[in-house]
């Protein structure tokens, strides 16, 4: 089944402890679809300007994804610069350059309208909500979100949330959207404003789905399901992560035959195995050079590190 994404397809400038890049390829709906690729088509809409080249673009076509969504207008790329102090888990916004993303109007071509999928990347809320009313006949539809839109654009935001089957947010977002610090509050919080299932990415500590009885009505007997995160030697980059735990949660439920909570499970752990990756190099560079047999082989290691019942 494939994927429709909105999001940012940006210019990124990072500083780690690790090192520095200038304007590398990044953007949330960038990051996003090079994860799904690996495991269902996935179709782009986003905006770029005069700076965006065949050499951004041959990325997305190596993988296969749909850029025809991709409008090419005058002016400059979105451009993000940011900055990772003590924590590797924590971006802190040194630039936010909207650009080409201040007067975007998003369009959704024909050959789009069948997409069953459907992820609200990081983006402006109200351009979150033209997609998701433009797309009324989607099977499931994920979303994402950051501070910068939780403090500036709130009523926007309270719209998209009614209409969202997952919301995907970091903890800090989840305590920032909430006003609660303890986290099963916050999620109890945010779940009776819209999403279905609220999914708390913890950075190098894994992921919780906090379950309505909306989530799997008649099917879950669960309240929240924990997949774990990799423990890594060396974090290069942390930009993209979330957005490729996105990519492969939602890659992986797409192609499956149900969206069952079993499913839904295993989805969490390749999103936890495709976040693994994404912060081995900046940018995209990973999941450039990324093969299948090298993710179905980190899933295994997954399933070692959190299984009860081995001999
Ligand atoms: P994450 O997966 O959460 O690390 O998201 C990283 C991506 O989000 C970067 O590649 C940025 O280009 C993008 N980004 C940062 N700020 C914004 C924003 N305000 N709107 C849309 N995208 C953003």
């Excluded at 960038?30 to 050499?55: C, M, N, Q």
């Excluded at 994404?278 to 047999?293: D, H, I, K, P, W």
Aim: charged fraction near 20%.
């Amino acid at each position: 089944m494939p994927i429709l994404v909105v999001g940012s397809v940006a210019f990124d400038s990072i500083h780690t402890p690790h090192g520095s890049v200038d304007r590398c390829l990044g953007g949330a709906a960038t990051h996003f679809s090079l994860a799904a690729s690996f495991f269902t088509p996935v179709r782009v809409i986003g905006v770029v300007g005069e700076d965006y080249t065949a050499k951004e673009e041959a990325v997305f076509h190596a993988r296969g994804i749909n850029t025809r969504g991709i409008e090419r207008v005058p002016g400059k790329c979105f451009h993000w610069t940011g900055e990772y102090r003590d924590s590797m888990s924590e971006a802190h916004t040194l630039q936010t350059d909207l650009n080409v993303f201040q007067s975007f109007q998003p369009k959704i071509p024909a050959e789009y309208r069948d997409s069953e999928f459907l992820f609200l990347a990081n983006i402006d809320p109200a351009l979150q909500q033209k997609v998701r009313t433009a797309m009324p006949g989607v099977k499931m539809v994920c979303g994402d979100t950051m501070n910068y839109w939780i403090t500036g654009h709130r009523a926007n935001l309270d719209t998209v949330l009614r209409g969202l089957d997952v919301l995907l947010i970091n903890d800090g977002e989840a305590r920032l959207l909430s006003g609660e610090s303890n986290l099963l509050r916050s999620a109890e919080r945010i779940l009776p404003s819209g999403p279905k299932t609220v999914i708390v990415k913890h950075g190098e500590y894994g992921a919780t789905a906090f379950f309505s009885p909306a989530s799997f009505p008649g099917e879950c007997r669960h309240r929240f399901f924990h997949a774990p995160a990799l423990p890594l030697a060396e974090v290069v980059d942390p930009t993209g992560a979330g957005d490729s735990f996105a990519g492969g949660f939602l890659g992986y439920l797409a192609s499956q035959p149900a969206v069952t909570p079993a499913a839904f499970r295993r989805a969490m752990f390749y999103g936890g195995v495709m976040g693994s990756f994404a912060v081995e190099r900046f940018g995209t560079e990973r999941m450039q050079s990324l093969t299948r047999e090298e993710i179905d082989g980190r899933f295994a290691t997954f399933r070692e590190l959190s299984h009860l019942d081995f001999d």
